[in-house]
């Protein structure tokens, strides 16, 4: 990579960096996708509730739908 595609992307990360609404939806996607990929496979997720960490089956695993 050439010093200035460096660049570019330096420049492209802080804008995206700086918009509090872009690293939310760019999260959101990834957990998404995250999501997926384990009930798809069969696997559990763990979320944290009333101080504990629960262990969610796969068939209880609730995907959001698109807005």
Known sequence: MTTHQSN????????????????????????????????????PICEWRDNKVVWIPPEQITIEKEK
């Open 8 to 43: 570019l992307n330096d420049d492209m990360i802080s804008k995206i960096l700086n918009n509090p609404k872009k690293v939310t939806e760019i999260i959101q996607t990834g957990i998404k996708a995250a999501l997926i990929k384990h009930k798809q496979a069969g696997n």
